[in-house]
């Protein structure tokens, strides 16, 4: 089987383009972007990896870090710590303490199934596994999973929705 002709060409020398600049964009991309801001911020691009990191009181990887030292080898020499950089690990620290939102939400159709199971059966499973309306044939476990999971997406719903049960009931 023969080759095409445009594979058979050698590739020719292309004198318009600067391989200076092309160098440089090789290396631009090769440099990774940092995602974390307060890293970005303190890093040093005149530095190396392990040098910046050093800098900022973090470590490049696992090995070395917790090495099992001798009772006697710890005595005798202090632990060193070059960290200029110390409001780095304070910064991430901060915003690891925040907490984050909850993304989960549940559909529209479960917490229709949830409100019916519940205004039918209260909190028993069981009844609930063996309703006729119970179509994907759920477990009591997977109904209660159901139940909380709507109480977790929408509490102040579940709670007007149970306040609403509570009312009928008494009347």
């Given at each position: 089987?023969?080759?095409?002709?445009?594979?058979?060409?050698?590739?020719?020398?292309?004198?318009?383009?600067?391989?200076?600049?092309?160098?440089?964009?090789?290396?631009?991309?090769?440099?990774?972007?940092?995602?974390?801001?307060?890293?970005?911020?303190?890093?040093?691009?005149?530095?190396?990896?392990?040098?910046?990191?050093?800098?900022?009181?973090?470590?490049?990887?696992?090995?070395?870090?917790?090495?099992?030292?001798?009772?006697?080898?710890?005595?005798?020499?202090?632990?060193?710590?070059?960290?200029?950089?110390?409001?780095?690990?304070?910064?991430?620290?901060?915003?690891?303490?925040?907490?984050?939102?909850?993304?989960?939400?549940?559909?529209?159709?479960?917490?229709?199934?949830?409100?019916?199971?519940?205004?039918?059966?209260?909190?028993?499973?069981?009844a609930m596994a063996r309703d006729e309306k119970n179509?994907?044939?759920?477990?009591?476990?997977?109904?209660?999973?159901?139940?909380?999971?709507?109480?977790?997406?929408?509490?102040?719903?579940?709670?007007?929705?149970?306040?609403?049960?509570?009312?009928?009931?008494?009347?």
């Amino acid at each position: 089987m023969g080759k095409t002709k445009k594979s058979r060409n050698r590739s020719k020398y292309n004198y318009s383009k600067n391989k200076k600049n092309l160098k440089k964009k090789i290396r631009r991309k090769e440099k990774p972007h940092i995602e974390c801001p307060q890293i970005r911020n303190a890093w040093d691009e005149h530095k190396t990896v392990k040098q910046n990191l050093q800098e900022m009181g973090l470590s490049l990887g696992t090995k070395g870090m917790l090495p099992i030292k001798n009772k006697k080898d710890m005595e005798s020499k202090p632990a060193e710590t070059n960290v200029l950089k110390p409001y780095v690990i304070e910064a991430m620290e901060v915003e690891a303490s925040l907490r984050g939102e909850d993304r989960t939400t549940c559909s529209n159709d479960i917490a229709e199934y949830v409100q019916y199971m519940v205004k039918e059966h209260n909190e028993n499973y069981k009844a609930m596994a063996r309703d006729e309306k119970n179509y994907y044939q759920d477990t009591p476990k997977q109904i209660k999973r159901k139940v909380e999971l709507y109480k977790r997406c929408h509490p102040e719903e579940y709670a007007a929705f149970i306040a609403s049960l509570q009312s009928q009931k008494s009347t």
